[in-house]
Every structure is written in structure tokens, then in C-alpha cells.
């Protein structure tokens, strides 16, 4: 996963449609059509006064893959007018996607991951468009794009050196310190160490060193009520260090204090020059969904690349049909079949032991179902038949699944479940698979 940050007053300004900055005026209007950064908020304020001004980021993507993910994550904050939008825009004009911020006057958190339809070029972005007129700050924003396209990347290379960076989450959890490998793909190692001065700090080296360092780094608490600071230091192309200051004392803490909070959440962004990145083909050897249709009990399931498709009314309920998603092709017994788990095409999955943490998310969702109360439609099976892991439409949008351990040895297929809901109706209800096993998405 490749994850760009805006933190910086020269960070928005670089992809600001608006390029006029002005002081900000958090109690009152900026000028029109014009820019201004928050020092306080760590905010970047557009306010767009005219219908023919975009008050917008526009972050080019290139060209992408089909089956490519964009992750966009932003803080907004609404004063006036037309309230920000996350979009992701073909290059050549017309968008795939909108999603619109709701509250006004105080900070919301959207988040949105789009499936790239077509290989094309794409971009994102943040903001009002034309003809819309509004005010808004806009910070911590982060673009993550992950391909289907194997990419290595690192110290060892040639040609020109590209802007780059690693980035961790961390969270203090049954009295260690654990990465959250669901935030980002890059590896790490960790370990803590004495502090020059006094208290302790966590060494954090890269699994792939930067070719170059460009020193800058940064560390912030995302739990509520934290009673301590990040500082980071000592960064080199190998890692960087990250110190705790308590709030309270002034004093760096040492790692037992550290570890006496739980359920402090950290993140850690470090920043370098890598050479330009490589890519390969998808790997066929790789965990994908078959392809192609298939009907059971009055539902068609239709399978193109990730996205799943349904339609149909349920007609019965005989022999608790499951339809299996991640097979060599596309098949339906009772939940499950000992069958289904030789089909993996990974077998480094279908042998995870229990207790390895696994996710399931239903994405850009279309179309409508007859659902009335939560239902599982797709879950994961582990060895034992335990549908461990559900997704539901309930009754239509995004779902993003939490992590879960597997109950039992061997996850066994993903697959669409039907339950006691004779009757229920598929009206072209539609939607991207995302998996993940043990922090690593698998499709």
C-alpha cells in the first residue's frame, strides 16, 4: 500500500486548486477565493465564493489498474455554504464515486475506499466544485492507493530518487506495545531501549530501509484523553525513534509507564527517498474469487473481478446453500464443503492457525435488498464450518468489517451464506470483496 499524507501549510498549498493564501480568521470570513492554514487546528481552510472557483485538492492518481484501491481519509469541518466531498474523478472527466461531509462547525472524520473500475488514469478530490459555493478546513488528510500489482521498492535500485514513506499504527494492548496491520503494509520491527536523559523510547526499524533520508517524521496519539506526547527522533534511512513526554510532569516516560495505558493508540509517519518502484503482474498462484455465474434456490451470483452481484428472490432454504466465492470456480453445497478448502489457490491461508486475526468488508455497494434486521450475506468459513467473520447488507451502503480471530484452524472459503430469510429479494444489489488475513489483504 502507497499512502500520501497532507499535514503541512505547504503540503495543501502543493495541490490546491486555490493557490491565493491569506492569515486565517478562525472567528470570522477569509477573503474570497482564498486560502489560509490554521496553526492551532493543523488545518487548512478554502473558502470558495464563487460558482465559477473549484475550492478543491485535486491529487492526481495516474494510471491505474483495474481492481486497484483509493482509501481517502480526511478531517472536515464545515463553516459555510455547500459542505465538502470526497470523489474519485476519471482523468478524462466523469467521477466513480461521491461521498459528502455532514456536520457543520465542528470536525468529522470521512473515510471511503473506492475499487477502481477500468484501467485508467484517475484522480481525487477534496473539496467544493464547480458551481458550489462553501468554506471549509480540511487536515490530516491521507490518499492511500493499493494495487493488484505486486510492488517492491527500497535502498537497492537506479535511476532517479522519488518522495516516499513508511507509516505504522501502534496500540498498548495486554501490556505490550502491537502494530495494527490493517493501517498500512509496511513492515517494521520494534523493540524499546533507554533514552538518552532518562525515560525510555521505541526503536522502530524499517523492514525496507529508505535509499535516502529526508528526516522528517512525526508521531501523534489518536486515543481520547491521552496524558502523553510522541516525539520522534534519531531518524535515519533505517528507522526512526519514538519518545513519550508526560503531560503532566514534563519528564520522558519509561516504557512501563507507557505500557500502563491501555489502549493508547499512536501513529508513527516517517518520510524518505526511495528508488522508483517496480511492479509485477497479479500472482495467479494468489488468493482471487472464481469467475462467473451461478444460481442456488432462486439467486443468481455473479462474480467479475471483485465485485459480486445478486439478484434474485430466495425460494428455499434446502441444504443451507452456501456459495463458494474463492474456489477454482464458482460452486454451492451445505456450509461448507470439505471440498472447498482444497480450492484455495494460496495455500499459506487455507493453513493459518486459530486464532489468526481476519477481516471481511463489503464496499461501494449499488442496488437494494428486502432485508429488515442484520443478516449475514458474506462471511469467511474456517476449517470447522464456523462462519467466523460476517458482512451484511443491512439494508444497503459500505460495511467494514472488524478483526476477528478464527475460531478453528484453516480459513476455508468465503462464500455468500444464506440464512432463514425465505422470500428476501436481490434487486441488483452489488458490491467489492475485501479480505484480510492476519493484517494482509488477500483480496
Known amino acids: 500500500m502507497e499512502t500520501m499524507r497532507l499535514m503541512t501549510q505547504s503540503d495543501f498549498l502543493e495541490y490546491s486548486r486555490i493557490k491565493s493564501i491569506v492569515t486565517d480568521n478562525p472567528t470570522g470570513t477569509i477573503a474570497a477565493d482564498s486560502v489560509a492554514y490554521n496553526s492551532s487546528l493543523l488545518a487548512f481552510r478554502i473558502n470558495d465564493a464563487s460558482a465559477t472557483t473549484k475550492g478543491s485538492l485535486l491529487i492526481p492518481l495516474g494510471q491505474m489498474y483495474a481492481g486497484d484501491t483509493v482509501t481517502i481519509e480526511a478531517g472536515i469541518m464545515n463553516i459555510s455554504g455547500v459542505k465538502a466531498k470526497l470523489t474519485i474523478d476519471y482523468a478524462s472527466g466523469g467521477d466513480i464515486g461521491v461521498v459528502q461531509s455532514q456536520k457543520q462547525g465542528e470536525f468529522e472524520v470521512l473515510r471511503q475506499t473506492w475499487t477502481m473500475p477500468t484501467t485508467a488514469s484517475y484522480q481525487a478530490e477534496i473539496g467544493v466544485y464547480t458551481p458550489d459555493i462553501g468554506d471549509f478546513y480540511v487536515r490530516q488528510l491521507s490518499v492511500s492507493v493499493e494495487s493488484v500489482r505486486t510492488k517492491s521498492f527500497g535502498s537497492g535500485g537506479s535511476g532517479n530518487l522519488i518522495r516516499s514513506a513508511r507509516a505504522y499504527r501502534f496500540v498498548v494492548s495486554d501490556g505490550a506495545v502491537k502494530r495494527d496491520k490493517a493501517y498500512s503494509n509496511n513492515s517494521c520491527t520494534f523493540a524499546w531501549g533507554a533514552k538518552a536523559g532518562g525515560g525510555d523510547e521505541l526503536l522502530i526499524t524499517h523492514g525496507v530501509p529508505f535509499a535516502k533520508l529526508r528526516g522528517v517524521s512525526l508521531g501523534s496519539p489518536t486515543s481520547a484523553n491521552v496524558t502523553c506526547e510522541c516525539r520522534t527522533g534519531g531518524e535515519?534511512?533505517?528507522?526512526?525513534?519514538?519518545?513519550?513526554?508526560?503531560?503532566?510532569?514534563?519528564?520522558?516516560?519509561?516504557?512501563?509507564?507507557?505500557?500502563?495505558?491501555?489502549?493508547?493508540?499512536?501513529?508513527?509517519?516517517?518520510?524518505?527517498?526511495?528508488?522508483?518502484?517496480?511492479?509485477?503482474?497479479?500472482?495467479?498462484?494468489?488468493?482471487?474469487?472464481?469467475?462467473?455465474?451461478?444460481?442456488?434456490?432462486?439467486?443468481?451470483?455473479?462474480?467479475?473481478?471483485?465485485?459480486?452481484?445478486?439478484?434474485?428472490?430466495?425460494?428455499?432454504?434446502?441444504?443451507?446453500?452456501?456459495?463458494?466465492?474463492?474456489?477454482?470456480?464458482?460452486?454451492?453445497?451445505?456450509?461448507?464443503?470439505?471440498?472447498?478448502?482444497?480450492?484455495?489457490?494460496?495455500?499459506?491461508?487455507?493453513?493459518?492457525?486459530?486464532?489468526?486475526?481476519?477481516?471481511?468488508?463489503?464496499?461501494?455497494?449499488?442496488?437494494?435488498?428486502?432485508?429488515?434486521?442484520?443478516?449475514?450475506?458474506?462471511?469467511?468459513?474456517?476449517?470447522?464450518?464456523?462462519?467466523?467473520?460476517?458482512?451484511?447488507?443491512?439494508?444497503?451502503?459500505?460495511?467494514?468489517?472488524?478483526?476477528?480471530?478464527?475460531?478453528?484452524?484453516?480459513?476455508?472459503?468465503?462464500?455468500?451464506?444464506?440464512?432463514?430469510?425465505?422470500?428476501?429479494?436481490?434487486?441488483?444489489?452489488?458490491?467489492?470483496?475485501?479480505?484480510?488475513?492476519?493484517?494482509?489483504?488477500?483480496?
Open 236 to 443: 535515519s534511512p533505517e528507522g526512526v525513534k519514538v519518545a513519550f513526554l508526560n503531560k503532566s510532569t514534563g519528564n520522558y516516560m519509561a516504557s512501563a509507564e507507557v505500557l500502563a495505558l491501555p489502549g493508547l493508540e499512536f501513529n508513527v509517519f516517517h518520510s524518505g527517498l526511495d528508488y522508483p518502484y517496480t511492479y509485477e503482474e497479479p500472482d495467479e498462484s494468489g488468493v482471487r474469487l472464481a469467475q462467473g455465474s451461478i444460481t442456488a434456490n432462486g439467486v443468481t451470483v455473479t462474480v467479475s473481478g471483485t465485485r459480486v452481484t445478486l439478484n434474485g428472490t430466495l425460494s428455499s432454504l434446502s441444504g443451507y446453500p452456501i456459495i463458494n466465492l474463492s474456489g477454482e470456480t464458482l460452486e454451492t453445497g451445505p456450509a461448507p464443503q470439505a471440498s472447498f478448502k482444497a480450492n484455495w489457490k494460496a495455500q499459506r491461508i487455507a493453513t493459518v492457525p486459530a486464532g489468526t486475526m481476519h477481516s471481511l468488508s463489503m464496499l461501494n455497494v449499488t442496488g437494494s435488498c428486502t432485508l429488515a434486521s442484520d443478516w449475514g450475506l458474506l462471511r469467511i468459513y474456517d476449517g470447522a464450518g464456523a462462519h467466523n467473520n460476517q458482512a451484511s447488507a443491512y439494508p444497503n451502503g459500505n460495511l467494514i468489517g472488524n478483526s476477528v480471530p478464527l475460531q478453528n484452524a484453516n480459513a476455508c472459503c468465503i462464500a455468500i451464506g444464506y440464512v432463514s430469510v425465505v422470500g428476501v429479494t436481490f434487486n441488483n444489489l452489488s458490491f467489492d470483496v475485501a479480505a484480510y488475513i492476519d493484517g494482509e489483504r488477500i483480496i
